[in-house]
Each structure stands twice: as C-alpha cells, then as structure tokens.
C-alpha cells in the first residue's frame, strides 16, 4: 500500500502542478544544471502531466523517447518475465544505452523538431 499510495501522491502532484510554467516548484535536472544539455529524461514531468489532462500531442513534444520507450520496454521486460528468461540480456542493455545516448545527442542538436513546451507567460 505504501508504494501505491505514494504513486499516487506523486502523480496527483504532477497532474496538479503544471511543470510547464518556470514558476513550478519541480527539481532541476542534475544533468543540464552540469552540462547545459536536455537529459535523455528532461520533459518526463511534462509529459506525465500532458498524459494525465489528455494532451497527446504535447506529451509528443516533451519526451518522444519517454513517452514511446517506457510503455516498450516495461511490456518487454513483463514478457520476458514471464517466459523465464532473462531480464538484462548484454545486447538488449547495449541497445537501450545505444538508443539512449543517441537520444540525447539527437535532442540537443540545433534545429531538432520536437522542442519541450515551456510557458513563458
């Protein structure tokens, strides 16, 4: 019940809180404090918040990677699980560290199409 209920403490956070909006109370993310670059996760809280009001199309926007990867790889991961095999077998760990970096670069190239929503108003 406590990880439950702390899910759903954190979510119901994410969904009232808009992280669009600079003034938001959120964390920073670690990574683009350092580097000045978007984290292969930065856009997740925006995303999660899109999912829950039904805004597709900007959850889209926030973290492609995200939004289609997770939902991927927790179905490979149950499969897997249930057929008895293996969970971390070297070349799936290399292709998700492989599409993750590549991930990473690719979104802080100049120009890249999908641009995390910010509100400035």
Avoid: K
Wanted: charged share 10%; glycine share 10%.
């Amino acid at each position: 019940m406590g990880p439950g209920a702390l899910l759903a403490g954190a979510l119901g956070y994410v969904g009232v809180v808009d992280p669009h909006r600079p003034d938001s109370i959120f964390p920073v993310c670690p990574f683009r404090l350092l580097t000045g670059w978007n984290c292969p996760a930065c856009g997740g809280l925006r995303t999660i918040h899109d999912i829950l009001h039904g805004d597709l199309a900007a959850a889209i926007t926030d973290n492609t990677f995200l939004l289609v990867g997770t939902p991927m790889l927790t179905g490979w991961f149950l499969l897997r699980r249930r057929s008895g095999n293996s969970l971390l077998p070297v070349p799936a760990v290399a292709s998700v560290v492989i599409a993750t970096l590549a991930w990473t670069v690719l979104r802080n190239l100049p120009g890249f199409p999908f641009v995390p929503t910010l509100v400035t108003s």
